[in-house]
């Protein structure tokens, strides 16, 4: 009977295999695509559940520092309420096209680079690296991009 933490039989070496299944994962990956790659699936399977959590988590981050905002601006410059909500109204839209342009101008030029790193089929090692590294960036500016305009609509 094989006992390992408390754990025997079946289960004992269940845990075993899935523990060494593990190190073979994280010895072949960077955690980084690991934690990638268990978000890809967490997102697949908990999709509606989890962009809601988020979305209603940074809905309420972006009204707590609103608040704060408009607080600051009254209080410092001697406003009404109405004035600090217009002008953290548009203090926040500019900043968030101003993003948004800075998130989509990066998202294309990575996708030039990663298209010209393809069409030329060097069979660098440094190459290959780096180009594993900027389709991870990519992809996750792209989904960065498909989150923001989801939240907006």
Do not use: P
Not at 84 to 98: E, P, R, Y
Request: with cysteine; hydrophobic share 55%.
């Amino acid at each position: 009977m094989l006992i390992r933490g408390g754990q025997s039989g079946m289960m004992g070496r269940f845990s075993v295999k899935l523990n060494n299944l593990l190190f073979w994962i994280k010895a072949k990956m960077d955690e980084r695509m690991v934690l990638l790659m268990a978000g890809s699936i967490v997102i697949m399977l908990y999709g509606d559940v989890v962009l809601g959590w988020i979305g209603s988590l940074l809905h309420y981050a972006i009204e707590v520092l609103e608040l704060g905002l408009e607080h600051l601006i009254e209080a410092t410059f001697h406003v009404s309420q109405r004035t600090a909500q217009i002008l953290t109204a548009w203090t926040g839209l500019f900043l968030f096209l101003l993003l948004g342009w800075f998130i989509f101008r990066k998202t294309v030029s990575l996708f030039r680079e990663w298209i010209a790193l393809r069409s030329d089929r060097l069979n660098l090692h440094q190459t290959r690296i780096s180009n594993r590294q900027r389709l991870a960036i990519c992809a996750s500016l792209l989904i960065a991009v498909i989150l923001a305009i989801y939240f907006q609509f």
